[in-house]
T-cell receptor
């Protein structure tokens, strides 16, 4: 399977804290993306990092990529209750995106 | 710009029936992908269409099929429904693979 795996499966933090979730994948990639899914809804694209990039920022999001370890991390700083959602990494292979298993983030006020 | 529209949003079927789900992509997007999401298996890729041609297919039985029309709208069909087909079916459109725009999904319950 081309799927990645997110770690941890679930994460609970309080508002204002930082949240870090990790993604490991199996094969070489061109890019890696992160998506967010609110309960039972569609996924929303957050950020894309290319294989030749090591770090990327977008607002409160920071993504790192280590192609030698086939891993990526997503950091959400100063978390808010509205960040409560599932977060998925997605890797491209054979002209398709394959999604990881997701991290369920709960941010309590 | 209108987003990806999936219909119906919810539906209930019984085993053995068939179902057709519809997806209208964002205007100008020619690629449409379908995913099945279940608690146990997560997000599983079904197939992807580009300009009316199926470019890729996931590891699903032949009961799962799809098509894309000249206006890029897509449909997927599941025949001879099984209980295990209960899932959220997500459609996504894109200009390129590096950003998918998802619809809200069609939640199928098979009884």
């Amino acid at each position: 399977s081309q799927q990645g795996e997110e770690d941890p499966q679930a994460l609970s933090i309080q508002e204002g804290e930082n949240a870090t979730m990790n993604c490991s994948y199996k094969t070489s990639i061109n890019n890696l993306q992160w998506y967010r899914q609110n309960s039972g809804r569609g996924l929303v694209h957050l950020i894309l990092i290319r294989s030749n990039e090591r770090e990327k920022h977008s607002g409160r999001l920071r993504v790192t990529l280590d192609t030698s370890k086939k891993s990526s991390s997503l950091l959400i700083t100063a978390s808010r209750a509205a960040d409560t959602a599932s977060y998925f990494c997605a890797t491209d292979a054979r002209n398709n995106l394959f999604f990881g298993t997701g991290t369920r983030l709960t941010v309590t006020p | 710009k209108a987003g990806v529209t999936q219909t119906p949003r919810y539906l209930i079927k019984t085993r053995g029936q068939q179902v057709t789900l519809s997806c209208s992509p964002i205007s100008g997007h020619r690629s449409v992908s379908w995913y099945q999401q279940t608690p146990g298996q997560g997000l599983q890729f079904l197939f992807e269409y580009f300009s009316e041609t199926q470019r890729n297919k996931g590891n699903f039985p032949g009961r799962f099929s799809g098509r894309q029309f000249s206006n890029s709208r897509s449909e997927m069909n599941v025949s001879t429904l099984e209980l295990g087909d209960s899932a959220l079916y997500l459609c996504a459109s894109s200009l390129y693979l590096w950003e998918l725009f998802f619809g809200e999904g069609s939640r199928l319950t098979v009884l």
